[in-house]
Structure formats: structure tokens, C-alpha cells
């Protein structure tokens, strides 16, 4: 009914195949996870039926169904940036593999972006003070994670074939979810897509390696590595800030050699004589916000106060008290004694035309 089914399912299996179910299933017990072989425990597991399952793992080929609403936002630094948000059905199922499976793994340290107890305030903290900075950004960060990186992922934390395909399934998408284009579902055209809540653990899963080989480089030239998502931050004082050359030029051989491509026009190198930024945060002193930025916050909040809300903005949001009280927020938790100042400033705003929203 719902067009070419993704999933087969062995009729049996020979010693050596018992043996290796067998394998898998000591890996999983090592990662903490639990087992599941087939379409029905997987289903059963996630509260859904199995051929609600088949539906979120199936190809729709000249099918008008979709499982994501796909939209275009700004960029901070200009451009436009694809959001593919999945539907309720397979939002529910991405979360369940966020809860029950992804979230009990262990990233790098060096990751930041999206991990409990981590932020760029933590990316940014060990930065503080030096002597240079060096920013380095990944490519089409999510389109490099394809499906067969995912379904490797999978198999590697234990899975079998059948659980290891309807998990990268749920959580990627294709050209013809995005494009209308025919094409099978486990084709290289299928990838993380941005907005599903699975995206960047998956994301940091998939880069610990990267994360691991760039952290032992970087520390034997004398550089700290940190990483937020696609940004790679590196910094260094004395005589290791002389080794920059060297320094990009092997986390470019890591970077390709890990199926990542770098953003050369992303590419930056900070001295202390200029306002040195990690994702954001000033870092030359102490952590800080930029002082471009915090001017133009506090006209906003200015003319909010002379003139009310309507036709005022501030950032990308529509919600103008959301907006305002959100970046307030984030100065706090950068400089507590300048975002104490803003939140106060915000809370009377709030308390005068909130009535209006």
C-alpha cells in the first residue's frame, strides 16, 4: 500500500551468522542498549504498530507523502539555511531514538554543541586568554552525514542489519523528501536533515573520531581543540601560536580523510590585537559578548521602551518578548553581571506590554 517496504527479514541464520548475533548482542550490553532484531520489537518498543513502522521506512516513489515540512530560514553570517522538520508520527519516533538509544552514548570530549552539561559557554571557557585563535568550519555539515554513515553507526554501538536500516531511515531524508525526486531510500542522497531532534547527537556520534584523531594532533602541537557542531575552535599561546601552518594543514588532511569537506571562507586566524570570537562569545579577557552586539540589543530595547512593541524586531523571531527575553538570557548565562542589567530591563517590558502579545 505504502510502496517498496525498506525492511527484509531473514528466515533463518547458519552457525556463523548465530555467532554473530550473538557478538552484537554482547556489544549492545557494553553500550548500555537494549536489543531489538526485528520490525514488530522495534515497533513494539516505540508504542506504534508495524505497519505504522513500514509507513516511516518506506520509499514513495511519485508519492505525494512526506514526512517532513521543509522551509528556509536566514543565516547569522547571510544565506539561506534548508530546516526539514520532520511530522509528528516520525518526530515521535527520532525522539525515541534519541531517549533510547543515542543519549546513553558517550561523545568526545572536544564536542560541546548539544550534550548535557556542555554549551558554548564550555566551548569558549578554555579559549580565554590566548594568544591566538583558530576558527575552522565544516561544509554542508549534515549533508556529509549520509545514510550509510548512520546505518554504520548503528551497527558498529550492535545492531542488527534490520534495526541498524529502520534507524538511519527515521532519522534521514532524501532529494525526493526534499526535491520530489524519485530515488531509492537507502541512496547516498539520503542525510541528516536539520530539525530533527536526533540530527546533532547522531551528528557527535558520528564525530568522534574526527573529534578523537584532530583533539591528539592538536595537543602535540601545543593547541586546545574544541568543537560546537561545525565549528572547530583551536587556540595556543608562546611558541606553539608559530605552529598555525602546520597546525591547519593536518586538521585538513583529518577533516577530508573523515568525509567532511572545510569551509575555506570560514576559515579565520585571531591575535589578541583584534576581538577573538568562539561561536559568538568574546574571548580575548574573559567571556564576554561583543560590544557591537550588546549596543545594538540595548537600542532595541530603548525604542521598545519610547515607542512599544509593534514593528520592533530582533533576530530571527517573529515573537518580539520571546526574542528579547531569549538574548537577555544568553548574556546572563556569558556575563551574569551585564545580563542581570538586560533581564531586569526585559522583565519591565514585559510587565508593560506583554497584555499586547
Not at 594568544?131 to 548512520?150: M, W
Not at 569537506?261 to 567571556?287: A, C, D, R
Amino acid at each position: 500500500m505504502y510502496g517498496t517496504n525498506l525492511i527484509t527479514i531473514p528466515l533463518a541464520m547458519d552457525g556463523n551468522s548465530e555467532r554473530l548475533e550473538t557478538d552484537k548482542s554482547v556489544v549492545l550490553r557494553s553500550h548500555g542498549l537494549a536489543e531489538y532484531n526485528t520490525v514488530t520489537e522495534i515497533a513494539c518498543a516505540m508504542g506504534i504498530t508495524p505497519g505504522q513502522l513500514r509507513f516511516l521506512t518506506s520509499s514513495f516513489s511519485g508519492s505525494q507523502v512526506k514526512h517532513y515540512v521543509h522551509f528556509q530560514i536566514s543565516k547569522k553570517t547571510g544565506g539561506e539555511r534548508l530546516i526539514s522538520a520532520p511530522k509528528p508520527n516520525l518526530k515521535a519516533a527520532q525522539k525515541w531514538i534519541l531517549q533510547n538509544i543515542l543519549e546513553k552514548l558517550e561523545v568526545h570530549n572536544s564536542a560541546h554543541g548539544f550534550c548535557k552539561n556542555r554549551s558554548i559557554v564550555t566551548n569558549a571557557q578554555p579559549h580565554v586568554g590566548n594568544d591566538v585563535i583558530v576558527n575552522i568550519d565544516l561544509q554542508n555539515f549534515f549533508e556529509a552525514i549520509t545514510y550509510k554513515r548512520v546505518k554504520e553507526l548503528f551497527s558498529g554501538f550492535g545492531y542488527s542489519e534490520t534495526a541498524a536500516k529502520i534507524f538511519a531511515v527515521i532519522c534521514t531524508t532524501s532529494e525526493i523528501e526534499i526535491h520530489g525526486q524519485a530515488n531509492d531510500i537507502t541512496s547516498g542522497n539520503r542525510h541528516l536533515p536539520q530539525g530533527s531532534p536526533a540530527s546533532p547527537a547522531i551528528s557527535n556520534l558520528i564525530c568522534y573520531h574526527l573529534d578523537s584523531r584532530i583533539a591528539a594532533m592538536a595537543e602535540n602541537l601545543g593547541f586546545c581543540y574544541t568543537r560546537y557542531a561545525d565549528d572547530l575552535t583551536f587556540s595556543a599561546s608562546g611558541q606553539a601560536s608559530h605552529k598555525i601552518y602546520n597546525l591547519i594543514k593536518n586538521v585538513k588532511l583529518i577533516i577530508n580523510s573523515e568525509g567532511f569537506t572545510v569551509n575555506f571562507h570560514k576559515t579565520n586566524i585571531l591575535s589578541k590585537s583584534v576581538q577573538q570570537e568562539v561561536t559568538g562569545v568574546v574571548v580575548n579577557t574573559k567571556l564576554n559578548i561583543s560590544k557591537k552586539t550588546l549596543k545594538a540589543f540595548r537600542a532595541t530595547l530603548y525604542q521598545i521602551e519610547q515607542e512599544g512593541l509593534s514593528g520592533k524586531h530582533w533576530g530571527n523571531s517573529t515573537n518580539i518578548i520571546a526574542a528579547i527575553t531569549g538574548f537577555a538570557n544568553y548574556v546572563a548565562m556569558i556575563n551574569p553581571d551585564k545580563g542581570a542589567e538586560l533581564r531586569s530591563r526585559v522583565e519591565r517590558i514585559k510587565q508593560k506590554y506583554e497584555c499586547q502579545e
